[in-house]
């Protein structure tokens, strides 16, 4: 489609889009979405001139008209339970294209002080609680993607923990997409927000129904107030024919700690942007991740560690793997403000190339402008160590399975952080199936 | 190193050292930028058709170019047409023969600025060219290089005793159209040095070119051409300084190194233009393009740099590295004080099987100085067995200084090997204490331990410019400490 004809075609959604809202959203709301339409249909999707767009092009995503997925009934118990996580005792919520499904959902036995709920639900009954969080940290500015996101939501779900409430068990949040037309798109939006001293886990996870190919946009916004516990799970694992742009906002006050599993499996394009403020002392993140680029799949991920506050802390440990035709992108920056001294930031980037029409690029970057800092970072991209490879041989072992030992153990190290076996083992089974045995190995070699 | 204790407050206020300026005949062309300029500068140096054509090309490229922003300095706009682009001293116009017929207070500028012209040169042992503002002022032991085949010469005389050669290599490396720096310097460049380097043959002495911006509101913008025949090996060393003024300077330089089967190149840059004063009045802006490519088998180009001076640096000298088992090498110490602006590093593009590079980079930050390390490594889907292995490392002196490291890092093949690795420090308390605690004062102490953090550095240095930029370093943190 021309661009002519796409920025008609968007302009007519949001037309549509303001006709379908509901009447009665309150004037911040309506304010903050009207604002983000008008901010994407002046900016446009990012081109890779932009230097954070440098190694994606988001054209295929671009020269699409989307519009929002159909509604689909057909999911059912039977697929919720092939997606998920065999043995994970959870709080669930299902979203098929992005819609709340309430009879696929299970939310039975939350503690007091605890809300999970779907934010289209919140939005119609209860908005107010959400003016203080829902677009705050995400700002329309960060990137297109984010406007759009905040223009066209109208659903997702809303987490939130009062002062001291531990949430006994995690919350899943399953996104289903089984759109098969590659026009249809969705964006979800999640609210995290931990009170003084909370714990939770959030599991937000992205599955398909085999040869969906639908475009997700989601925003997720998380603060942890003073002393909170958080452990979000990031999991993306579509279809191969996929879109998906995902960006994470994290704020953290005194002494809190949020630990980030970032894992992306699927997907044909797919972009991850991490941004966490630690903006009071104490604050701790941990960002762990794992990108698979294999086949005809780009991935990337950003991630921005700002550094606020003196005594802060990060610790960032991605791992990727190119194979078949793939392409894998990290860049890791860490800005340490004047003023923020004793900080403490490392951050390492590991990559392992198998194959000679893969790519890896990787960015780790330290700005920093504080001198009382200890702040490293590395970034490696090669292959598998001959000198492994060669103790499993003497250990008469196949040189094709040592490969596969070797790739997956690689991997699992990101993976072994993980604090919930049933998610892990799981995650663990979908990533050995996506290493094929053959022929990535052999011409790696 | 000198033990004794230091004012420090008359430390902050010492003044650049070769703030200097020498008040001698000048010819210099008016300010402004247009095709005219060009000819007329062509016309000066006598030139061939095919320069000034060469030259005339590259203007109206850069006429359709804009100014990078990308790096992390900032500085009000230029304007181009405030710049004079030719500035010669008078007694140029006929030609020194000898030594003896160089103007004296040329001579003089050069004794103080410790260049050693006359007969401390043969002591040092070292071939020096000398550019004074835009034009070459002398070349010293031409005979002698002459036996061994080796031409070390002004770009101009280059022009005119070599044009084949010049036409050959010339924008070979950095095309004229390059980015928007050389560009400029290719449309207007009026001197800088030019080494050919027979088969076969090893350079018996180092080479070396003296920069020195003399003349007010001109800007410099030289060309260095160094070419290096299959088998041969040269080591190359330029130094640079400008008087004290309080506008800012433009200094554009091209330099283009060429490698052929087995022969190696090392260069090595010991950069001290004027960097302003302490509220960032005045200084050079050096944005250079230089590039080395290392054509042949076996081949090897090492730069080092020792980036002391400029208010802003801009520069990414860089390796090409197109033949198989070719080495490519960047060793990088850059010091900023007051309110310096660093943007440099380099780039390994990896094009031949087994290609090899290192790049080792110490950024140091002190006062308001912002220090960023940019990098690019990149490996080519044909470079079988390429292997990069990255250290950059920064100490930031105080806390209103900024240290920044962006390395890109791209990788195609599956046999590639690509480490980095960054830290950021400051100088540990417990380190000074040790040293204080052994009677050594705190100045000093921290002298030390930067030489330490450069030592890698400076060990890749020619012995005698090792000990100048020791020395170089310690001037340029004084006052950064107590």
């Known amino acids: 489609m021309s661009a002519n004809a796409l920025s008609q075609h968007y302009a007519e959604q949001v037309q549509h889009l303001q006709q379908s809202l509901p009447g009665s959203l309150p004037d911040w709301l309506a304010g903050r979405r009207d604002g983000a339409a008008r901010r994407f249909a002046d900016a446009g999707f990012p081109d890779p001139r932009m230097e954070e767009w440098k190694y994606t092009n988001v054209r295929p995503i671009a020269t699409k008209p989307f519009g929002e997925a159909p509604v689909d009934t057909g999911v059912s118990a039977a697929d919720v339970s092939a997606l998920g996580f065999q043995g994970l005792d959870a709080y669930r919520m299902v979203f098929v294209n992005g819609r709340l499904r309430t009879d696929l959902s299970d939310l039975n036995g939350l503690p007091d002080g605890a809300t999970v709920q779907g934010l289209g639900d919140a939005i119609s009954h209860d908005p107010a609680p959400l003016e203080p969080i829902l677009g705050t940290l995400a700002h329309d500015r960060f990137s297109s993607f984010t406007a759009l996101n905040m223009a066209f939501m109208n659903d997702g779900a809303l987490v939130r923990l009062a002062r001291n409430v531990r949430l006994d068990r995690p919350v899943h949040l399953l996104m289903i997409g089984t759109a098969g037309n590659a026009a249809s798109w969705s964006h979800p939006r999640i609210l995290i927000h931990a009170g003084e001293g909370a714990e939770a886990t959030v599991i937000e996870h992205y599955a398909d129904i085999a040869g969906a190919q639908g475009f997700t946009n989601t925003v997720t916004e998380l603060r942890a107030e003073a002393g909170a516990q958080v452990r979000h799970y990031l999991l993306q694992d579509h279809a191969d024919g996929a879109y998906h742009v995902g960006s994470v906002f994290i704020q953290q006050r005194r002494d809190s700690r949020v630990i980030s599993h970032n894992v992306n499996l699927g997907g044909r394009l797919v972009r991850h942007d991490l941004n966490v403020d630690l903006t009071e002392p104490g604050a701790e993140i941990v960002l762990d991740g794992l990108f698979l680029a294999g086949g005809r799949q780009h991935v990337d991920t950003h991630t921005r560690v700002h550094h606020s506050s003196p005594n802060t802390t990060s610790r960032e440990r991605y791992r990727g793997i190119g194979q078949g035709h793939g392409r894998g992108v990290f860049k890791g920056r860490v800005l340490v403000e004047r003023g923020a001294q004793k900080t403490d930031a490392q951050q390492h980037s590991a990559n392992l190339l198998l194959s000679p029409n893969a790519e890896i690029d990787t960015k780790p970057e330290l700005e920093i402008y504080a001198d009382d800092v200890k702040c490293a970072h590395g970034a490696t991209v090669g292959q598998l160590d001959t000198t492994s490879l060669y103790y499993l041989r003497s250990r008469g072992i196949g040189e094709q399975e040592a490969r596969e030992m070797l790739v997956f153990a690689f991997a699992d190290e990101v993976l072994e952080r993980m604090d919930l076996p049933p998610v892990r083992e799981s995650i663990e089974a979908r990533l050995a199936a996506r290493l094929p045995g053959g022929q990535a190995f052999e011409t790696g070699a | ?482």
């Open chain 2, 1 to 482: 190193m000198s033990t004794q204790p230091h004012d420090v407050e008359q430390l902050i206020k010492r003044e650049y050292k070769y703030g200097f300026s020498t008040d001698i005949d000048q010819e210099i062309l008016p300010p402004g930028l247009n095709e005219d300029v060009i000819r007329a500068i062509s016309a000066k140096k006598g030139e061939p058709e095919f320069m000034l054509n060469w030259r005339l090309e590259a203007y109206r490229h850069w006429l359709t170019m804009k100014e990078p922003s990308w790096a992390h300095v900032h500085y009000p706009k230029i304007d181009y047409q405030a710049v004079s682009y030719y500035a010669a001293p008078k007694s140029k116009e006929d030609a020194p023969k000898s030594l003896d017929e160089v103007d004296p207070k040329l001579l003089e500028t050069y004794e103080k600025l410790g260049i050693p012209l006359h007969e401390r040169a043969r002591l040092a042992g070292v071939a020096v060219d000398a550019v004074f503002d835009s034009v070459s002022v002398t070349t010293t032991f031409k005979e002698k290089l002459g036996e061994a085949g080796v031409i070390f010469c002004s770009f101009s005389e280059a022009v005119h005793n070599h044009p084949e050669l010049v036409q050959k290599y010339l924008g070979t490396v950095v095309p004229a159209g390059d980015n928007y720096f050389a560009a400029l310097n290719a449309a207007v460049f009026s001197d800088g040095s030019f080494v050919y380097i027979p088969k076969g043959v090893r350079c018996p002495m180092e080479l070396s070119t003296y920069f020195r911006i003399n003349a007010m509101d001109t800007g410099q913008f030289e060309r260095t051409l160094i070419i290096a025949e299959e088998g041969s090996h040269v080591s190359y060393l330029e130094g640079c300084t400008a008087p004290q003024r309080d506008r800012n300077q433009l200094h554009a330089a091209v330099v283009e190194l060429i490698a052929l089967d087995d022969a190696e190149i090392k260069y090595s840059t010991v950069q001290n233009w004027y960097p302003g004063d302490e509220e960032g009045k005045g200084g050079i802006y050096n944005f250079v393009t230089k590039r080395g490519e290392c054509r042949g088998r076996n081949s090897k180009i090492s730069w080092t740099q020792v980036e002391a001076g400029s208010a802003i640096t801009w520069k990414y000298p860089s390796c090409i590295l197109l033949g198989d088992n070719s080495v490519g090498e960047f060793y990088s110490v850059a010091v900023g004080n007051n309110m310096q602006q660093i943007d440099s590093g380099t780039k390994m593009i990896h094009v031949g099987k087994n290609t090899h590079s290192t790049i080792i980079s110490k950024g140091i930050s002190a006062g308001r100085a912002n220090n960023a390390y940019r990098g690019l490594v990149k490996v080519t889907g044909g470079a079988d067995g390429a292997r990069n292995y990255t250290q950059c490392d920064s100490l930031l002196l105080g806390d209103r200084c900024g240290a920044h490291t962006y390395p890109y890092i791209e990788v195609k093949n599956p046999s590639a090997q690509v480490e980095h690795e960054a830290t950021t420090s400051k100088i540990g308390d417990d380190q000074i204490f040790y040293l204080k605690q052994r009677g050594i004062s705190e100045e000093d102490a921290v002298n030390m331990i930067v030489n330490g953090f450069c030592k890698e550095v400076f060990g890749e240095l020619p012995m005698e410019f090792a000990v100048e930029a020791q020395a170089l370093l310690a001037v340029s943190l004084e006052g950064a400490v107590g």
